[in-house]
């Protein structure tokens, strides 16, 4: 099963390029499970184990895009949910909606980061990031002038919209609709280079 490695421990999981919410595995999970830097697709010449690795720094020094700063990981010997996974994090949009409820018949807790949200004139504002065309789709979907996840998710439902450009939407509302405590809600000069770095410290609510 493949995941990243959540070094920088942002509220919104290591990986949010790749989705909302995410499970938090047990540290026992760690010992069946191996890195590498950059992804995979990227066919890396770097990898460790939880025992000894050199990745943290190389990720810690180079500057890649923001949704692209993690470290992957490979988990063998497959993912039993009762038993590897500590808890599902899941964001704040979801509230009171079905996926909570599906989630709380899960075989562990349900907690929340404070969640991503991003209005039409922000999307537009960034639409270089992933194309006009992207912010032009965001805007059609937004639901009271701003998107979220819950919102994308809507849209994907509807079969009216490709799934490739609800990622691209995603992508910029990821990148630039990040909560504080995610490693892409800072600001400054990296802010401007959209890229990687920032290790933010922020808690976890469970409910």
Known sequence: MYGALNFRRQVVGAAPRFGSSHFRLTGAALARATFCYPDSAAEPTDFGVASGMQLLALAEADEQDALNDYIE???HGGVVLARDVEAI????????????TA???LPFPVE???GYRLTV?????H???RGHEYADLGARIA?????????IGDASRTGRHELQDLKMVWHTLARFGAPEGAGTAYSGSAEAAGLGGHTPAASTPSA
């Open 89 to 100: 994090v899941l964001d704040a949009s979801y509230r009171g909606t079905p996926v909570e």
């Open 127 to 129: 639409a270089d990031y």
């Open 112 to 114: 929340w980061h404070p």
């Open 143 to 151: 639901e009271d002038g701003h998107v979220d996840p819950r919102v």
């Open 73 to 75: 990981a490979q988990v």
């Open 121 to 125: 004139a922000d999307l537009h504002r």
């Open 103 to 105: 989630a709380r018949l």
